[in-house]
């Protein structure tokens, strides 16, 4: 599809004063079919043609048709509209090759070469459980990261733990009120998490609970032994159950720093500030005055000394570019906190660093619950680890009922509940609030992951009965001589449907990167799983001999490349049996 976008736009460029850029972001699909792959619309020439856009369709329509052409055969005008018909046999020639034998992404999508991303995804908070809550933040920028990473990218991503503030004052205040060493060895994670909830009960009846939390939060900042010591301690145990839940997620990170981390850049960060004059005190609290701009004013420091989180965000930006020198700068974190986020790269651009228009925002919406908005503070949380546990559960017991001999059952039922939960929430546009039902997170059936991966599976089924009959297509160094052996032939619709749909791939691709929106590729595995099933039910493989038999075997094999790589890019396993 980039290629006959490309030679639409050269000849269209050609033809008009419009350059091909122009006429390529102008290109749409139409809307049947039986109008052809791509359209024009040629409402944009009528000030300078003086001309009617549907005079100046069929004008076009009947130069173009004069013009030499590869990708595509025929070009008609429809009202104000041209429209272009893909080459089926063309495409099918320079295409299946390229995804069977070469990396099509890297020949035809490389925009990120020497570009380096980093994305902030994930960022649980350390003494508190991982909750469903965090599952779209850690998904959703993984599934961004393996694209821009597709795409030629350098990237970078960090796991931004909340592991300072003044929660930290709160939970050091419970433990030394209310703790037992014995639970925290135990359990720590749920421990330390029933305490915090304790706290904010408690200090709802007794208010001197809160000078106790800052006093312990100060003790800490100060790095006093005995604060340090049992803050390190819930650091600990915290990762090593967020690693665990990752792990069952199959999600890893370059690196993990945490709030804390940037502690030791705080005072040259405030003091960059400072010289730019664009702090003042207010009420003995250190300020950024941004109203101005048509924004809240922020607190960079209290006036008892203590820093806060918009402090430590401007310290980690400002070393995440002199560390990796980011081309793009991710921020993948729920819209409520949009005002934080715009508040920060206003900071960074009074500073005067350019870099902060390379900085952006990537919100998304809540998970809602029937039973409300979930609270840490009133310990209303769903675990992560029990949403996955039972998507396996659920997973194995359809295993069990319909394919009760495959092997590694345990293996297979993993890669289906987990693919099911990421598949759930990708499918969704990520700005949209997504109502967290068991019932949709859980069926396999329709629009799914598990519909995806059973096409896969059933494609590689196909190629291991062709190898056992001995009538696989070998790729080879001389793949290419072999294709121009025999005649690739795609007689019927649900051919050209599935070729159109793979031809996709890339556009899909640096769509999904322009718009940071993963979901554009989770819809499209869809439509490949969708267009294959007509092919499947219309189209015999291994009954049909010659060109024919190798046409289809390598049209479902360019298809099984895909819908592996598709999975992939999303963290999604494609099994090969189900």
Same mark, same amino acid.
């Given at each position: ?6 030679? /639409?736009?050269?000849l269209l460029?050609?033809?008009t004063?419009?350059d091909?850029?122009q ?41 173009l ?41 890297a020949?035809?999508?490389?925009v ?9 995804? @994930? ?30 990218y ?12 003044t ?9 030394? #009120?209310?703790?037992?060493?014995? $639970? #925290? ?9 029933e ?24 003790? &800490? ?5 005995e604060?340090?010591?049992?803050w ?5 145990? @915290?990762?090593e159950e ?6 069952? #997620? ?27 004059g ?12 941004l ?21 430590r ?15 793009? *700068? &991710? ?5 409520e ?8 790269? $206003?900071?960074?651009?009074l500073?005067?660093?350019e ?18 908005? *979930? ?12 949403? /996955? ?32 939960i ?18 949709k997170?859980?069926d396999? @059936?329709?629009?799914t ?5 059973? @096409? ?5 089924s ?11 297509v ?21 051919e ?29 595995l ?25 046409s289809? /075997? ?25």
């Amino acid at each position: 599809m980039l290629r006959l976008k490309d030679e /639409i736009s050269y000849l269209l460029s050609t033809l008009t004063d419009l350059d091909q850029l122009q006429i390529k972001e102008l290109l749409e699909e139409p809307p049947e079919k039986s109008m052809g792959n791509l359209s024009f619309p040629c409402f944009v020439l009528a000030k300078t043609e003086k001309k009617p856009p549907p005079q100046i369709a069929a004008d076009l329509a009947q130069k173009l048709s004069e013009q030499k052409r590869t990708y595509w055969t025929k070009v008609e005008n429809k009202g104000p509209y041209i429209n272009f018909f893909m080459n089926y046999y063309a495409v099918g020639k320079e295409l299946i090759p390229e995804l069977l034998e070469n990396d099509l992404l890297a020949k035809w999508c490389n925009v990120g070469n020497g570009k380096t991303v980093v994305i902030d995804y @994930s960022a649980p908070n350390i003494a508190k459980p991982f909750g469903i809550g965090h599952l779209r933040s850690t998904i959703i920028g993984n599934a961004l990261y393996l694209i821009y990473q597709a795409l030629g990218y350098n990237c970078i991503g960090i796991n931004h733990l909340g592991d300072w503030g003044t929660q930290f004052g709160k939970l050091l205040a419970a433990y030394r #009120l209310w703790g037992d060493e014995e $639970k #925290l060895k135990k359990d720590p994670v749920n421990y330390a998490y029933e305490l915090y909830v304790k706290y904010h009960e408690e200090a709802e009846l007794d208010d001197s609970l809160e000078d106790t939390a800052r006093e312990w939060f100060r003790q &800490l900042e100060e790095g006093e032994k005995e604060a340090t010591d049992l803050w390190k301690t819930f650091c600990d145990f @915290s990762l090593e159950e967020f690693k665990e839940v990752y792990a069952m #997620l199959g999600i890893d990170f370059d690196y993990f720093l945490g709030e804390s981390f940037y502690n030791p850049h705080l005072e040259e960060t405030i003091s960059l500030i400072k010289a730019k004059g664009i702090t003042k005190v207010s009420e003995g609290a250190l300020i950024v005055d941004l109203e101005p701009y048509e924004l809240p004013s922020i607190v960079l420091r209290k006036k008892d000394g203590t820093n806060l989180y918009i402090t430590r965000d401007l310290a980690a930006a400002i070393y995440r570019y002199q560390t990796f020198n980011f081309t793009y *700068m &991710l921020y993948v974190v729920g819209s409520e906190q949009s005002l934080h986020f715009q508040q920060l790269f $206003k900071i960074l651009e009074l500073m005067g660093f350019e870099w902060a228009q390379q900085c952006y925002h990537i919100p998304f919406g809540l998970i809602r619950f029937k039973e409300g908005r *979930m609270s840490t503070r009133e310990g209303n949380i769903i675990l992560l680890r029990e949403v /996955i546990e039972k998507a396996k559960k659920f997973a194995y017991q359809i295993i069990e009922d319909k394919n009760p001999e495959l092997a590694n059952k345990e293996k297979a039922a993993h890669a289906v509940g987990v693919g099911a939960i990421k598949f759930g929430d990708l499918c969704n546009d990520r700005v949209k609030d997504i109502d967290f039902e068991w019932e949709k997170v859980l069926d396999f @059936s329709g629009d799914t992951a598990p519909y995806i991966q059973y @096409s896969h599976a059933r494609i590689c089924s196909i190629l291991r009965k062709a190898k056992s009959e001995q009538k696989e297509v070998t790729i080879n160094s001389n793949f290419y001589e072999a294709m121009e052996g025999f005649s690739f032939q795609l007689e019927r619709e649900e051919e050209k449907d599935l070729l159109r749909a793979l031809s996709m791939l890339p556009d899909i691709l640096l769509q999904g990167a322009a718009t940071n929106k993963p979901s554009y590729l989770a819809r499209y595995l869809v439509e490949v799983a969708r267009e294959f099933s007509r092919f499947y039910h219309n189209c015999p493989v291994l009954s049909v001999e010659g060109d024919k038999f190798q046409s289809r /075997i390598l049209l479902i094999q360019a298809t099984q490349e895909v819908l592996a790589k598709g999975l992939k890019l999303l963290g999604i396993e494609a099994l090969e049996e189900m």
